[in-house]
């Protein structure tokens, strides 16, 4: 590195560095989003081909306790409603929002009249939280409402979840999914 009184040729060595580390940094969440997307991409054939076969199931008529079985669940995106308690000045209502937390179960297989069936289950925030506790609840709500309680299922079940682990994936949720199959609900 050369270095002048001025300090103009070691201005540009540093702002060099600067940007060669930068440019690593990309490169290197460029080679994550990579694997990233891979990851994502099997997932997603997987998904595909576990709904094609219960989509299988039903064009060849299998009776519902032959058939596979899957549902979609996520928790959506929280909304903000203005909250009209009588403690709020005026116009600060829009400021102090109460959050309605969003839980939907699609069933990716059974439609009627061709649509696909989603259950969207709300509650509001000082009700609960987006924990695997609500995210049980709903499930066991969604089952008992659409009669996958009240019959024998010989045929696998699955539930297709994006990874969070606060919600969808984590030892609650697992044991659930077991108690669903020690007691024949499911195989």
Same mark, same amino acid.
């Given at each position: 590195?050369?270095?002048?009184?001025?300090?103009?040729?070691?201005? @540009?060595?540093?702002?060099? #560095?600067?940007?060669?580390?930068? #440019?690593?940094?990309?490169?290197?969440?460029?080679?994550?989003?990579?694997?990233?997307?891979?990851?994502? $991409? #099997?997932?997603?054939?997987?998904?595909?081909?576990? !709904? +094609?076969?219960?989509?299988? %199931?039903?064009?060849?008529?299998?009776? +519902?306790? *032959?058939?596979?079985?899957?549902?979609?669940?996520?928790?959506?995106?929280?909304?903000?409603?203005?909250?009209?308690?009588?403690?709020?000045?005026?116009?600060?209502?829009?400021?102090?929002?109460?959050?309605?937390?969003?839980?939907?179960?699609? %069933?990716?297989?059974?439609?009627?009249?061709?649509?696909?069936?989603? *259950? @969207?289950?709300?509650?509001?925030?000082?009700?609960?939280?987006?924990?695997? *506790?609500?995210?049980? +609840? =709903?499930?066991?709500? %969604?089952?008992?409402?659409?009669?996958?309680?009240? $019959?024998?299922?010989?045929?696998?079940?699955?539930?297709?979840?994006?990874? =969070?682990?606060? $919600?969808?994936?984590?030892?609650?949720?697992?044991?659930? !999914?077991?108690?669903?199959?020690?007691?024949?609900?499911?195989?």
């Amino acid at each position: 590195m050369e270095c002048n009184l001025d300090g103009d040729t070691l201005t @540009a060595d540093v702002e060099e #560095v600067d940007f060669e580390r930068e #440019v690593l940094a990309m490169e290197e969440k460029v080679k994550k989003a990579k694997v990233h997307i891979a990851a994502y $991409q #099997v997932q997603r054939n997987e998904c595909r081909n576990i !709904m +094609s076969l219960a989509i299988l %199931d039903i064009t060849h008529h299998l009776p +519902s306790l *032959n058939c596979r079985n899957n549902l979609t669940i996520d928790m959506g995106q929280n909304l903000a409603l203005p909250n009209f308690e009588a403690e709020q000045p005026r116009d600060m209502y829009y400021f102090l929002p109460l959050t309605v937390l969003l839980f939907g179960v699609v %069933d990716n297989v059974h439609s009627e009249d061709g649509k696909i069936r989603m *259950n @969207a289950y709300t509650w509001q925030e000082f009700e609960g939280d987006q924990g695997a *506790n609500n995210t049980e +609840s =709903c499930l066991l709500m %969604d089952l008992k409402q659409c009669g996958w309680l009240q $019959q024998t299922n010989l045929k696998g079940f699955t539930y297709i979840a994006d990874n =969070c682990a606060r $919600q969808n994936k984590n030892k609650n949720i697992i044991r659930f !999914m077991i108690c669903l199959v020690e007691n024949k609900i499911f195989p």
